[in-house]
């Protein structure tokens, strides 16, 4: 019964990037725009794919091509790590990669990085007002209530004695 399927294009685990697998598969850019074409031709008109990536394997540089690439496939919605697999999850996010796609994408977007808490949130809402998802991750593992937060616009009165319930 799904509709949709997600190709993780952003795995960093080096024992997965090292088969060309998930981030890996990034710095094949012909064999990715094979893998698409190819995908997009016998897939079931009823079926959309999203795409989770990184901006490259060792260089934010690698990002511009990999965008021209997502670019010409009817992708459903490209969620974006602003680091690339080489960087995993340490140092600042490339917030220049992501609105660089901001600018270029042909389909919705998704900001995914370092999104820990209401603060953070707010801050991708005022800095790329056209994007209408996040990927929690990491936040939501430190702070089970943050999307709730973040939809009431505040952590409510019990949320202590619930956070203790929860767990």
Same mark, same amino acid.
């Given at each position: *019964?799904?509709?949709?399927? $997600?190709?993780?294009?952003?795995?960093?685990?080096?024992?997965?990037?090292?088969? $060309?697998? *998930?981030? *890996?598969?990034?710095?094949?850019?012909?064999?990715?725009?094979?893998?698409?074409?190819?995908?997009?031709?016998?897939?079931?008109?009823?079926?959309?794919?999203?795409?989770?990536?990184?901006?490259?394997?060792?260089?934010?540089?690698?990002?511009?091509?990999?965008?021209?690439?997502?670019?010409?496939?009817?992708?459903?919605?490209?969620?974006?790590?602003?680091?690339? +697999?080489?960087?995993?999850?340490?140092?600042?996010?490339?917030?220049?990669?992501?609105?660089?796609?901001?600018?270029?994408?042909?389909?919705?977007?998704?900001? $995914?990085?370092?999104?820990?808490?209401?603060?953070?949130?707010?801050?991708?809402?005022? +800095?790329?007002?056209?994007?209408?998802?996040?990927?929690?991750?990491?936040?939501?593992?430190?702070?089970?209530?943050?999307?709730?937060?973040?939809?009431?616009?505040?952590?409510?009165?019990?949320?202590?004695?619930?956070?203790?319930?929860?767990?």
């Amino acid at each position: *019964g799904y509709r949709e399927f $997600n190709l993780n294009l952003g795995c960093p685990s080096g024992t997965v990037a090292a088969k $060309n697998k *998930g981030s *890996g598969f990034l710095s094949e850019l012909d064999a990715l725009d094979a893998f698409f074409d190819e995908l997009f031709e016998k897939l079931d008109p009823e079926l959309t794919v999203s795409v989770k990536t990184r901006i490259g394997r060792c260089d934010p540089d690698e990002f511009p091509a990999l965008m021209e690439i997502y670019n010409r496939y009817p992708i459903s919605e490209l969620t974006i790590h602003p680091r690339v +697999q080489k960087e995993f999850y340490r140092g600042h996010v490339h917030m220049d990669a992501f609105a660089y796609a901001v600018r270029v994408a042909r389909m919705p977007l998704c900001y $995914n990085g370092d999104i820990l808490d209401i603060e953070d949130i707010q801050r991708i809402e005022e +800095q790329f007002p056209s994007v209408e998802h996040m990927m929690l991750g990491r936040g939501l593992l430190r702070d089970p209530l943050l999307a709730e937060a973040w939809f009431a616009g505040g952590y409510p009165e019990d949320s202590r004695e619930r956070l203790c319930r929860f767990h």
